[in-house]
Structures are given as structure tokens and as C-alpha cells.
């Protein structure tokens, strides 16, 4: 079993901005990951250096939760997106990278 955190206050904020329906079906996604070995690759993409998204359809709209492994078990969830356009936005990309740089670096709130 996986063991998810989230990096500061980036995924609350997002989750808060939501409807009912989207927060639990985001939820329910999170907790196949957490529990399944395998995850269907429609679920998961790699990014670059070590980046992935995790991916949620719920409805017509595409959610996106940037993260990384952390040793064997430990994933860290970064900023979310409401995603509108065929590629994840580059500043979206860029802030992750940003963030994953200050966890790694020790800011670990």
C-alpha cells in the first residue's frame, strides 16, 4: 500500500474549489492508487525529471495532480489543474518542478 501526503496547503486549495461530485470521484482515484500495485496507464503519465501526473475525468472535464515517488511507498501530491488544453500548460509544469525542488531540498511542511 502506498502512502500519499500532500505538499503544503497546493492540493486542499485545489480540492476546496470543487464540486462534491469531483472531489469524491478525485478521491476515489487517489484511493485505487494508494491500494492497487498496478494502476491503469490512462491514470498515470510521466512529465519529466522524476514528475508524473495523475489523471481524473470526472464528466467533461480533465483534472491533473502533479506528483512524485518518494522512496518505495511515499507519493507527494503538488499543484492541481483543471486541465482546458490538449498539453499540461508549461507554467503548470514549471510550478511542480518548482515545488518537487523544494521538497527534495528539505521544505518539507
Request: hydrophobic share 35%; with cysteine; glycine share 4%.
Amino acid at each position: 500500500m502506498k502512502r500519499i501526503i500532500a505538499y503544503k496547503h497546493y492540493f486542499s486549495d485545489f480540492m476546496k474549489k470543487l464540486s462534491d461530485v469531483e472531489r469524491k470521484k478525485i478521491l476515489r482515484a487517489l484511493m485505487l492508487f494508494e491500494t492497487e500495485d498496478r494502476i491503469p496507464s490512462h491514470y498515470i503519465k510521466y512529465i519529466r525529471d522524476g514528475l508524473y501526473e495523475f489523471r481524473v475525468s470526472c464528466g467533461n472535464k480533465e483534472f491533473r495532480l502533479f506528483f512524485i515517488y518518494d522512496g518505495e511507498t511515499l507519493v507527494v501530491l503538488f499543484n492541481c489543474f483543471t486541465k482546458k488544453t490538449a498539453k499540461a500548460p508549461k507554467r503548470e509544469i514549471e510550478k511542480a518542478i518548482k515545488l518537487k525542488e523544494e521538497y527534495k531540498n528539505g521544505n518539507k511542511e
